[in-house]
Every structure is written in structure tokens, then in C-alpha cells.
């Protein structure tokens, strides 16, 4: 039995596709329902942010979650496959009006990335005032919270509609299968042959 977290939405919905493609069956949450038991496998429903605490903390042996976040949260758990979905970019935000001044003494950045934020900045030698928000990034340079913004960028219409565009690209981010390490050795084998089912799929899928 592998107990596998995935993050509600669109990337939860297109790795079950991977599943049904694989597998065959309905592998498919009921309304409302946080766990989905299918065969050997046991799904759970839970926000993308969550996914790498049940795996960090084995409640789930493996999972699907951003790159993004597990940068972010500098996560101690076992990497196995870009599974190439959800792509997006971490980029800095700035108003259409304005330029990014690298030799501004301390540029005000709003972001929930806020590891990602100052390693970037701290590489570049920098120094900033993070400004830590949990939604809504895009609001904070139009009102003088903030001189740029931190922020995913998936079409870029947020920035667009809000008068901002993008300053420059971080990292580009996508969908990681990741594993619990516990279970990575204690589940060795059941990993192992659902990770090369997976990439297999996920190269035909591209
Ligand atoms: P877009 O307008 O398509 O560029 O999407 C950007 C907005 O959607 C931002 O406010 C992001 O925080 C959010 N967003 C887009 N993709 C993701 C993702 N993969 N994970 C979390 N938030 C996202």
C-alpha cells in the first residue's frame, strides 16, 4: 500500500489521469472527499502548500508538489521525477512604469516566497526589505507597499491586468514526484516500479 498526497486542482487532476492511463479504473476524487482508496494505492486531497509536510512527516510515503515549493521550503525528502506539470515561473513583478534599480539601497520586495526572495537577492548582493503577504502579491506595488513583487507567473494575465510586468525570471517551476526518505527505503521496490511507470507516461504524455 503506498499512500501518495497530491495537491488539489489541476495538478491532482492530471496526475490521476497519469494513474488511470497506467493503471486503468476511475481514479477520480468523490466530491468533497479527502481520501481516494484505489487498488494498492490510497490518495489524499490536500492543499499544495501541505504536500511536502505529510511526506517530510510520512503520512504520506510519496507526493506531487512544485518546485517552487520545495525550494522554498527546503524540504528533506527524496526527489525522484519532474513529472513536467503545472509549469510556471518565480519572477519579480514591477510596475509598467517603472525599471528595476539594482543600486536602489534597499528594494522593498513583497512575496510569500520569502527564502526564495533573499537567496536570489543575497546572490546578487542586494540588499532588500522583504515584505511577507499571502495573497493578492500583485496589489502591493500599486499602492506603495512595495517597489517589486516576488511572485508565480503561469500566462502572466494577473501582472498584465494589474498594470505590472515582468522585471526578470528567477527559476522556472513544474510538478516533482517526491518521496518520504523512511519509506523511499522501506518501500524501495513498490517506489521504484510506480516512479518507472510514471516516467514512462510522462514521456509519452510529451
Ligand atoms: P497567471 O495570471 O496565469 O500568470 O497566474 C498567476 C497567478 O496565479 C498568481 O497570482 C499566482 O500566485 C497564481 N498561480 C499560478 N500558477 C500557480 C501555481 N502553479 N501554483 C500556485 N499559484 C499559482
Known amino acids: 500500500m503506498l499512500t501518495i498526497a497530491l495537491p488539489k486542482g489541476r495538478i ?3 496526475t490521476l489521469e497519469i494513474f488511470t492511463h497506467i493503471f486503468g479504473g476511475e481514479f ?3 466530491s468533497r472527499k479527502l481520501i481516494l ?3 494498492e494505492f490510497r490518495f489524499l486531497n490536500v492543499r499544495n502548500q501541505d504536500v511536502p509536510t505529510y511526506v517530510e512527516h510520512g503520512a504520506a510515503d510519496i507526493g506531487v508538489v512544485g518546485l517552487d515549493v520545495i525550494t522554498e521550503k527546503e524540504l528533506d525528502i527524496v526527489n525522484l521525477l519532474d513529472m513536467q506539470l503545472g509549469k ?8 509598467n512604469e517603472d525599471e528595476l534599480d539594482w543600486s536602489k539601497p534597499n528594494i522593498k520586495v513583497a512575496t510569500k516566497m520569502v527564502n526564495i526572495t533573499r537567496d536570489y537577492f543575497s546572490q546578487k548582493a542586494v ?7 499571502y495573497g493578492s502579491i500583485e496589489l502591493a506595488p500599486l499602492v506603495g507597499l512595495s517597489d517589486v513583487i516576488v511572485d508565480i507567473v503561469d500566462t502572466g494575465n494577473t ?4 498594470g505590472l510586468k515582468v522585471a526578470e525570471d528567477i527559476m522556472e517551476s513544474s510538478a516533482y514526484l517526491i518521496a518520504n526518505k523512511n519509506s523511499f527505503y522501506a518501500k524501495k521496490d513498490e517506489i521504484l516500479s510506480l516512479y518507472e511507470k510514471i516516467k514512462m507516461a ?4 510529451n
Open 12 to 14: 491532482a487532476e492530471e
Open 28 to 30: 477520480e476524487f468523490e
Open 37 to 39: 482508496d484505489i487498488g
Open 88 to 95: 510556471c515561473k518565480v519572477s519579480i513583478g514591477i510596475k
Open 127 to 133: 540588499g532588500v526589505e522583504i515584505i511577507k503577504l
Open 159 to 162: 501582472m498584465r491586468e494589474n
Open 202 to 205: 510522462v514521456e509519452s504524455r
